[in-house]
């Protein structure tokens, strides 16, 4: 486990993080950053940044152009060695280990923290790099809800937006919702605890009723600090004995939201299909839904 950050850290040294932090800062300007930029903010010559460059576009960290101009973006895994540097140096976590996950949106990796008080065993966490942007401009364009409006913006924007936002949410609700506790947030990554058992779509519960109601429960907690999670599903739902745990936040909107309604009623009756589904238990939406918004928790 403790290999890849090490093989990270060897094959990077100071002068290729130096000029992806180059990259990362002034993609705030450009769509791809003219090589002129970057030799007076490394202060390298021309030759010996090429030669960098040449080695971070062979590991998928940098993408080059040479039209209309010589330019570089950051790539997924650039940005990605710069959070986790940043991730490593704070302290926050101290191994990276196997990629658990490739959702939509997102990279979701195990990784390691150090134990408390430096005591016993070190302890597993979840590190998850937002992806926004990947797939197209299409993409992007759908979470502009996160882009405050910009009018220039790189992937690397969206993916640290909708992190920052996921962020946020997850630190309002904890701990009065059921979620894993955020430990960190740096650019498109967070760190976070490893939810408790499995996903509610791989398992076959033994108490149905019961998981269903802690399940609306939470969501009515949600819906009293002024959140509607927006892409609950079996999919986004941990389960353990006695325990639910919502995951996957960043498209989560206010209570105010003009589509309040609509994301709250899709939400309840993705929970609902798949319990009438899996368990043949019904319950009736508009009741829930009202249950949910009068704040009784049910
Ligand atoms: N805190 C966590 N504990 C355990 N596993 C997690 C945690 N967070 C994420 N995962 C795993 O990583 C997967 C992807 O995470 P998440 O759902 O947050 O991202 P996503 O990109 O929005 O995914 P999708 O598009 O599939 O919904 C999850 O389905 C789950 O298997
Ligand atoms: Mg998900």
Request: with cysteine; glycine share 6%; proline share 3%.
């Amino acid at each position: 486990m403790i290999d890849d950050v090490v093989k990270l850290f060897k094959e990077l040294d100071s002068k290729d993080l130096r000029i992806l932090t180059g990259i990362e800062i002034s993609m705030k300007d450009f769509e791809w950053v003219p090589v002129e930029e970057l030799m007076k903010y490394t202060r390298l010559p021309y030759s010996s940044l090429e030669y960098k460059l040449k080695s971070l576009i062979r590991n998928n960290m940098v993408i080059g152009t040479n039209q209309p101009y010589e330019g570089y973006q950051i790539y997924f895994d650039g940005y990605d060695a710069l959070a986790l540097n940043t991730l490593v140096k704070r302290g926050t976590i101290i191994a990276i280990g196997d990629e658990i996950g490739v959702g939509k949106e997102s990279v979701v990796h195990e990784a390691v923290k150090e134990p408390a008080l430096g005591l016993g065993e070190p302890q597993g966490v979840i590190l998850k790099f937002h992806r926004e942007g990947r797939t197209s401009f299409k993409s992007v364009k759908r979470s502009r809800s996160h882009l405050d409006g910009k009018e220039h913006f790189s992937w690397i924007y969206a993916a640290r937006l909708a992190a920052k936002r996921e962020a946020e949410v997850i630190r309002n609700l904890y701990p009065d919702v059921s979620v894993p506790k955020l430990l960190d947030n740096n650019r498109h990554a967070l760190v976070m605890d490893v939810a408790e058992g499995t996903l509610l779509y791989r398992t076959k519960l033994s108490e149905p009723q019961w998981f269903l109601d802690e399940i609306l429960r939470q969501v009515a907690i949600v819906y009293e600090k002024g959140y509607i999670h927006s892409d609950l599903s079996e999919y986004n739902i941990f389960v353990n004995d006695g325990l639910v745990q919502f995951i996957d936040w960043p498209q989560c909107v206010e209570t105010s939201h003009p589509h309040a309604d609509e994301l709250l009623e899709r939400d309840v009756s993705n929970v609902l299909k798949h319990f009438k589904r899996k368990y043949n238990i019904n319950r009736d939406l508009g009741e829930v839904i009202s249950l949910i918004k009068s704040g009784v928790e049910s």
